[in-house]
Structure formats: structure tokens, C-alpha cells
């Protein structure tokens, strides 16, 4: 492909250093610090996702490059995080747009990777069925995704109808209103965590974008509040605090502002997107960057979620510009951290480790960190 070709030159991937772009004066003026190529960058690393970790016949992602360990049975939620990273590519780069649409397109048609059949059958829909209320709140969000950079209605309609009929027919009663739990097993009835609650509020308040007569705003509202009612202080979503779920609700927050014009929403979405990158619970001491969650395929992916949720809020003219600017310069010294990170001599298996402060070097790569790696790279370029 003939994008290959720009993104994976060397020199597309090095800084513009003082001197090689502009004019330094010779009486010792002021010299231009060095600049990034991001875009380049974001082609290359999300090239490496694509080539290592992506199966082209169903355009659904392996837990390992090439499903080398046959882990990637129960590999469902994450689907949705990996396909964005290649939504906003896709955005980005007009080069890149089809050949990711198509993707997108088998994504669809082969459920996302999803291991639950139970309900195959009764529809498009059918085949996003799952025990886990909050994999199917993650696709729905991608679907919806899908339809905002294709325009094709197909993937929101099924977005529509997965939450219409599987989502939010769970909701329970707590003693603030009405929540969501993690799954619909008798252990989980009390369950309203935020990582089910925050994905549904979002899915709700995009819905009612398009189906204003649906009901969704007030879902959305109801949702914000179980979130909020079990928020252990003003700017945690959960404890232990984690990036997805500070990114899903902060960019719930700032959804919800948008359609109401409530300036308290605007206001918590900043200070939960500002906990993520600020608070020592969820960043490295030594470098700032954001910190190791784990190696597992969930925890490895969560800052794939929150990335370009924090982006949004830094390019929305409605933020605090104290706090955007915060999240802004946070952002790019984890890309920075990452870039100096990244093994260029073993492109295109040039992988992002599960910690950006430190350079893969042995083991099996994972898909999660890998998505992670791509998706911040992909929000710094859009910046």
C-alpha cells in the first residue's frame, strides 16, 4: 500500500530538528524546538496494528500478532477499542478510509469477535447479545462510531436496537433511581459499576442525537446519576481509579453539557478527565506518564478508551482552558515518552509496550498495548 511507503521512512518518523526546517539566525536568535510528524507516526504504529494483529477475512483482532498463543476466543469488548483506533484513522487520513471501512464493514458482519450466540437469529442485532452488560454498551459505542465516519445508518440502527433490547431492559432500582448492572446473574444485581454505567450513559445521550423522541436523554440522565451516586469522591468514577472508566464518564459529561447546555456537566467531565493524567493513582511518579494497568487484554487496553475521550475535551472551545491545556500537555508527554520508546529497526513489528516509559523487547506483544500505543498516537495527531 502505497502509504506504507511515506509512513514507514525512517526520517517521517524522526523529529524536525533546529535548523533542518527553518532559518536559525546567525547572531544566536531564538531556535525552533523540535517538532514531531505525528501523523507519520500515527500511519506507522496503527500499520503495526493492522499487520500483526488484525484477520483481514473477518476484520476482527488477535489477543497476539497472528494469534500466535489462540487466545482471542473470548476477545469481545476489546474489539470495539481496536476497530476505533482505525475509525480515527480513517477520519485522518482520506488515503487510509475505504480499506478501514472495509474492515469495519466484516467487523460487522462477523459480531465483533463475539463468543455469545444465545440470541443469534433474532435480528442484526442478535449477534452482540452478551451476558456483560458492559461489552455490549462498548460495541454499541463503536457501531455509532462507525456510522459518524461512514455515514451508513446500518451500524447506529443496530446500536439502537442492542441497547433498546438487551441494555436497558436490566436496569434495577437503587435508592437514588434506576442503574445498570455488570451482568444479568443473580451475583451481579447490586453491581452498578462504573464501567457499565458511564459506556451506557454515552451510548444513550448519542442516540438521542439521532432519535430525539426516544426517551434518551432522560436515559442519560438517569445513568450520569447512578454513575455520580457511586462515585467515591468528586473526581474518582470508581476505586481503584482507572483510565477507561475517568475517560468514558468525563466524555459522558461533556456529552451530556452539549445537549442540555448544563455547565455542571462540562464542569465534572473536566475534573475526572484531569484525575487520569494528574493524580499519582493513575500516573507513573518517576516520568508523569500514564501509568502500567496491567497485562492482561482488559487492563492493557484502557488507555486505548480513554485517549481519544481526553483529546475531545481538549479540542472542545466549551473546556475550561486551564484544564484542557493540563490535558493537552500531559497527552504529549506520554507521546513523546512512547516515540522515544518505540523500536524503529523492527518495523512493522515495531510494538508499544504495556508501560510507555519503557521498550517492548521480548516476550509475546499484545494486541491491547499495541491499540493503546496507536490510539495515542492517533489523538496527539488530531491535536
Known amino acids: 500500500m502505497f502509504f506504507l511507503g511515506c509512513a514507514c521512512n525512517n526520517n517521517a518518523l524522526e523529529p524536525v530538528r533546529p535548523g533542518t526546517g527553518s532559518t536559525t539566525p546567525s547572531g544566536g536568535g531564538t531556535v525552533t524546538p523540535p517538532s514531531y510528524d505525528w501523523p507519520a507516526l500515527a500511519d506507522s504504529c496503527t500499520n503495526v496494528l493492522v499487520s500483526n494483529f488484525l484477520d483481514k477475512t473477518t476484520g476482527t483482532f488477535w489477543s497476539t500478532p497472528n494469534d500466535i498463543e489462540k487466545s482471542s476466543e473470548y476477545i469481545y469488548w476489546q474489539q470495539a477499542h481496536a476497530l476505533d483506533v482505525l475509525l480515527y484513522a480513517a477520519q485522518r487520513n482520506a488515503s487510509l478510509k475505504a480499506v478501514y471501512l472495509d474492515y469495519a464493514g466484516k467487523w460487522y458482519a462477523h459480531y465483533a469477535n463475539n463468543y455469545n450466540t444465545d440470541h443469534r437469529g433474532e435480528g442484526s442485532y442478535g449477534g452482540f447479545y452478551n451476558v456483560w452488560t458492559d461489552d455490549m454498551a462498548w460495541i454499541c459505542l463503536t457501531l455509532i462510531r462507525i456510522t459518524e465516519v461512514s455515514g451508513d445508518k446500518t451500524y447506529l440502527e443496530t446500536s439502537r436496537e442492542v441497547f433498546d433490547k438487551y441494555i436497558w431492559p436490566r436496569r434495577l432500582a437503587y435508592s437514588g433511581g434506576y442503574a445498570l448492572p455488570w451482568t444479568n446473574r443473580p451475583e451481579d444485581v447490586s453491581n ?192
Open 192 to 383: 452498578f459499576n462504573a464501567c457499565t454505567n458511564a459506556p451506557s450513559c454515552l451510548v444513550a445521550g448519542k442516540l438521542h442525537t439521532y432519535y430525539a423522541d426516544g426517551g434518551y436523554l432522560d436515559i442519560a440522565k438517569t445513568l450520569y446519576k447512578a454513575c455520580t451516586d457511586h462515585m467515591p469522591d468528586e473526581e474518582r468514577a470508581e476505586e481503584p481509579p482507572l483510565s477507561y472508566t475517568q475517560g468514558t464518564l468525563g466524555e459522558a459529561c461533556r456529552q451530556l453539557y452539549h445537549l442540555t447546555g448544563e455547565k455542571a456537566y462540562m464542569d465534572k467531565a473536566g475534573k475526572v478527565l484531569k484525575y487520569a493524567f494528574t493524580s499519582n493513582r493513575c500516573t507513573d511518579s518517576a516520568t508523569g506518564v500514564l501509568r502500567h494497568e496491567g497485562t492482561s487484554m482488559d487492563q492493557s487496553l484502557f488507555k486505548a478508551v480513554l485517549i481519544p475521550y481526553a483529546v475531545n475535551y481538549v479540542l472542545d472551545k466549551d473546556a475550561d482552558s486551564v484544564t484542557a491545556q493540563t490535558i493537552k500537555e500531559k497527552l504529549l508527554l506520554c507521546a513523546k515518552t512512547l516515540y522515544k520508546h518505540l523500536d524503529r529497526k523492527m518495523y512493522p513489528r515495531m510494538y508499544c509496550d504495556y508501560f510507555w516509559g519503557s521498550t517492548f523487547s521480548e516476550g509475546t506483544a499484545s494486541m491491547g498495548a499495541q491499540a493503546s500505543g496507536a490510539s495515542l498516537i492517533e489523538g496527539v495527531a488530531r491535536l
